[in-house]
C-alpha cells in the first residue's frame, strides 16, 4: 500500500490567493482527518470525516476553510483567502475501526504564504 | 476534556544513554494510548500502542506501560542510538461513542541523540 498521499509536498502562495490541499487515504479507511502543525500550537485537528460525512469541524479556524470528501479515496482541504499566518505544515490522517488502533498520516504539505 | 501532559524538551543524550519520556493523561472512559515518532521532514508514524490497562507496547526497542492507576505511559528505551532522534508524540483515543475517534497529542519532545 502507498500509504496516505498528499499533495502538493510544498506551497508557496500569495496572500490573498486560494490554495486547495488534497489527500488520498489508504484504501479500506473508513475515517479521515486533517491536522495543521506549527511551532507555536502545535498539532491541531482541523476536521475529520468518518463514512465520507463530516463529524466534527470544530477545529477549523474560521470560514476561510473549508474541507470536503466527496468520496472514499479523497479529501481536500482549501483556504480562501489565504493569510500569512496560514503558513503551517497541513497532514492529512487515515484509519481504520474507528481510529481506536491509531492512524496513519501522510508526509504533509508545508505551506508558505507571503 | 481530554488531555495529554508529555515532559518538556528537549532532551539531549549520549548514544547508549537510558530513555525516559514521561506522558501523564486525562480521559473519561478508558482511552487507548499511543507514542508517535516524527522524524525531520516527515509525517508522524505509530510507534506503539496499548489498548487497556496493563498492556505494554512495543517497537524498535521502545517500551510503554498503560499505568491506569497513575494515568501514565511513559516512554522508555534502554540504549539509544542517533537514528532515534526525533520528536516524540504521546497520544490517546477516546473511543467516542459518536462515529469516528480523535487521537488528542501533547505538545511532543524532541530527542536529540549524540555519538
Known amino acids: 500500500d502507498a500509504g496516505v498521499i498528499q499533495s502538493p509536498r510544498h506551497e508557496v502562495t500569495e496572500m490573498g490567493q486560494e490554495v486547495t490541499l488534497r489527500c488520498k487515504p489508504i484504501?479500506?479507511?473508513?475515517?479521515l482527518f486533517w491536522y495543521r502543525q506549527t511551532m507555536m500550537r502545535g498539532l491541531e485537528l482541523l476536521i475529520y470525516f468518518n463514512n465520507n460525512v463530516p463529524i466534527d469541524d470544530s477545529g477549523m479556524p474560521e470560514d476561510r476553510f473549508s474541507a470536503k470528501m466527496p468520496n472514499a479515496s479523497f479529501s481536500t482541504l482549501k483556504i480562501q483567502p489565504s493569510e500569512p499566518r496560514d503558513s503551517a505544515v497541513y497532514f492529512c490522517?487515515?484509519?481504520?475501526?474507528?481510529?481506536?488502533?491509531?492512524?496513519?498520516f501522510g508526509s504533509g504539505t508545508r505551506l508558505t504564504v507571503v | 476534556g481530554n488531555s495529554v501532559t508529555q515532559m518538556e524538551g528537549p532532551v539531549t543524550l549520549s548514544e547508549e544513554a537510558f530513555l525516559t519520556i514521561n506522558c501523564t493523561y486525562t480521559?473519561?472512559?478508558?482511552?487507548?494510548l499511543f507514542w508517535y515518532v516524527q522524524y525531520p521532514g516527515e509525517g508522524l508514524q505509530l510507534l506503539l500502542k496499548?489498548?487497556?490497562?496493563?498492556d505494554k507496547g512495543s517497537n524498535k526497542g521502545f517500551e510503554a506501560t498503560y499505568r491506569k492507576e497513575t494515568t501514565s505511559f511513559h516512554l522508555e528505551k534502554g540504549s539509544v542510538q542517533v537514528s532515534d532522534s526525533a520528536v516524540y508524540f504521546c497520544?490517546?483515543?477516546?473511543?467516542?461513542?459518536?462515529?469516528?475517534?480523535?487521537?488528542?497529542f501533547g505538545e511532543g519532545t524532541q530527542l536529540t541523540v549524540n555519538p
Open positions: 480521559a473519561t472512559g478508558y482511552p487507548s
Open positions: 484504501s479500506g479507511h473508513n475515517s
Open positions: 497520544a490517546l483515543s477516546d473511543r467516542g461513542e459518536t462515529s469516528g475517534s480523535r487521537l488528542t
Open positions: 496499548a489498548t487497556k490497562a496493563d
Open positions: 490522517a487515515s484509519s481504520r475501526d474507528r481510529g481506536l488502533y491509531g492512524y496513519t
